[in-house]
């Protein structure tokens, strides 16, 4: 038999598969939107995805410039896209997610909360030491509306109630913070240093505003304002500004492969932390509309519901507010989750592929 | 077999699959469509509602805005805007309307579509890409990178692909009777697509094409009348030789 009468029957056999490869295309875009109906059904998808896998190959080679190749490209792409989509189990993710990924990036940021936080005081100090020296300097980080209500002997948080209803006031300040934080973030994309320049604003605006207060006789009232909402928005400053520290030396100094890839893997995993710091900005949000403003609080409510909601804080950035059953291995967490995970929506179906595929195999004699 | 500037996925199966990227024009085209479609959203939702809260024709916001007039007015019609990629991107598995009309969609870096945690990463970056004004570092890195992707991508492991377009499996040659294939597909698709034409083509182009194709396959053009030349062909294409 000729290498050209090999092929064409090599042809007609593949193109006797069309029915199947029509099949295949129908179960992939059903699966894509919809569950599997039982487990058999979504078995046969990766049965498919190996068939049109080999007919492709076949197809390539005997009939490269033909429709029958461009159906088969765009039946294994479709398939390629079923198997490889993810669980919809939002519940599930979440749980996950704050009970196992937050608490893990938490560990692998430490060194960056670390050092994050020296930053974040050293630039308080800065900035109290530089208005407490030179108070005109004051203008740099206060508006002049600020400056006159507090030279007038009034904090400028004082009746603002009168303008601004509690719940307005807590959504503006509540997505006025998540913006800055996503910011901090983001802005680590700069080698890190947008990350130190809002980090290091911020500091020296806190630090700046407390002296100019101070110089005023304003302290102690400024600090009776912030300490309820104060101590979590301002660790949550120092987390979104680990997360873009990671993100900046990831691009620095890459870690994993290449620095795109270093990028990648830093953002995605540190990305995980921003929600968590949202989530709690919301609660700093609430705090700040609606008791740091009302003088009816005393100063010892305040403390407690500032340090108790910073231990909030902590129990859940540790993972303790949900029931833990195992850790995820650091090092899974670097992969990604297509390897984690082979194919399709049902749990343990990688396991009965497994199965079934033993149990072809030819048992060594007992 | 792959262009150049496909995204090539290596498979379990070991047969790769190419992904065509698309270019910052079309996500250029696509972001166009979206910014219309989100912004038609935000104004008919502020203007609606900006009127029913004012409870006359007026879409001015109050001197004194209360709690109600963000919640109802302000909120969800910037959650439209603000959270409309993301929001759609989820739901419709990293499509938008705007991608859908240009044909792109996003996929990871193997092929897939992404999570929840990579779209909103990507959408994250938003910051970034759309400084300092009109998305001038997303277009830029879009320009510069080899997949044309912009920050957000980068973050998030993703990038445009072109969608394939549906490909309709021609009808396929039946072994003849001896159980041999008389015609390569690539025939077989030739004849059914001049079939397929017949009725639109003139008497001429019948001629010339009908005659063409049958001389290829040895066939005497004897009386080359459009029905002659039409029975021809199919009794070709049904595998039984002329």
């Known amino acids: ?23 295949a295309t129908a179960r992939a875009q059903r699966l894509a939107r919809e569950p599997a109906a039982d487990l058999a059904d979504a078995t046969k998808m990766a049965d498919d995805y190996r068939l049109l896998a080999h007919d492709l190959a076949r197809a390539r080679r005997l009939i490269p410039n033909t429709r029958a190749r461009e159906y088969l490209e765009a ?18 993710a979440l749980l996950t997610l704050f009970r196992d990924e937050i608490p893990a990036v938490v560990r692998w940021l430490t060194p960056h909360i670390i050092w994050a936080t020296t930053i974040f005081i050293l630039t308080v100090f ?13 203008a740099l980080f ?3 509306d600020l400056i006159a209500t507090v030279e007038r002997g009034q904090l400028w948080t004082e009746g603002i109630l009168n303008i601004v209803p509690s719940s307005v006031l807590s959504l503006q300040i509540l997505t006025n913070n998540i913006v800055v934080s996503l910011f901090a973030y983001c802005a680590g994309f700069v080698f890190g240093l947008g990350t130190l320049y809002i980090l290091g604003l911020n500091g020296l605006m806190l630090g700046a505003v407390f002296a100019f207060t101070g110089q ?5 009232a400024l600090f009776r304002f912030i300490v309820a909402h104060g101590c979590v928005e301002i660790s949550v400053m120092c987390l979104s500004g680990a997360a873009g520290a990671a993100v900046g030396e990831a691009l620095i100094r890459p870690s994993h492969g290449d620095r795109m890839e270093s990028f990648r893997i830093a953002a995605l995993r540190s990305g995980k932390l921003l929600i968590a710091c949202a989530v709690l900005l919301v609660g700093s949000g609430i705090i700040e509309g609606y008791i740091s403003p009302r003088p009816l609080f005393p100063l010892w409510a305040r403390l407690v519901i500032g340090i108790g909601y910073w231990f909030l804080m902590i129990a859940l950035l540790k993972g303790w507010l949900f029931p833990r059953t195992a850790l995820i291995p650091p090092r899974l967490l670097d992969q990604p989750r297509s390897s984690q995970r082979l194919i399709l929506r049902q749990q343990g179906l990688l396991q009965l592929v497994r199965r079934r595929n033993d149990h072809r195999r030819p048992q060594p004699p007992q | 077999m792959h262009n150049a500037r496909d995204l090539v996925v290596d498979s379990v199966t070991g047969v790769d699959l190419a992904l065509p990227v698309a270019g910052p024009g079309v996500r250029s085209y696509a972001f166009l469509i979206d910014w219309v479609i989100r912004a038609i959203l935000f104004t008919a939702w502020y203007g609606v509602a900006a009127v029913i809260y004012n409870r006359r024709w007026t879409f001015i916001a109050p001197l004194s805005p209360d709690a109600k007039w963000f919640v109802l007015v302000v909120m969800p019609a910037a959650a439209m805007y603000f959270l409309y990629h993301f929001v759609l991107e989820i739901a419709m598995h990293g499509r938008t309307p705007g991608k859908r009309m240009a044909g792109v969609h996003i996929v990871t870096r193997e092929g897939g579509s992404p999570g929840v945690g990579a779209l909103l990463t990507r959408n994250v970056f938003r910051l970034v890409d759309s400084m300092p004004l009109l998305y001038g570092v997303g277009l830029v890195t879009a320009l510069a990178t080899r997949d044309h992707v912009r920050v957000g991508d980068m973050a998030a492991g993703t990038l445009l692909v072109y969608e394939r377009p549906d490909v309709v499996l021609p009808e396929l040659v039946a072994p003849n009777a001896s159980g041999e294939q008389t015609l390569r597909s690539s025939d077989t698709e030739i004849i059914a697509e001049l079939l397929l034409r017949w009725p639109h083509l003139d008497s001429d182009a019948r001629q010339s094409l009908g005659t063409a194709v049958l001389s290829r396959h040895a066939v005497v053009v004897s009386t080359p009348t459009d029905a002659w030349l039409r029975a021809q062909l199919e009794r070709l294409l049904r595998g039984n030789s002329p």
């Open chain 1, 1 to 23: 038999m000729s290498d050209d009468d090999r092929d064409r029957a090599l042809e007609a056999a593949l193109l006797s598969r069309a029915e199947h490869w029509k099949a």
């Open chain 1, 75 to 92: 039946a294994y792409v479709r398939a390629h896209g079923t198997l490889y989509r993810k669980a919809w189990r939002p519940a599930d």
């Open chain 1, 126 to 138: 800065a900035g109290y030491w530089m208005v407490h020296t030179y108070p005109d300097l004051i």
């Open chain 1, 142 to 144: 206060a508006s002049p």
């Open chain 1, 216 to 220: 005023h006789g304003l302290e102690p």
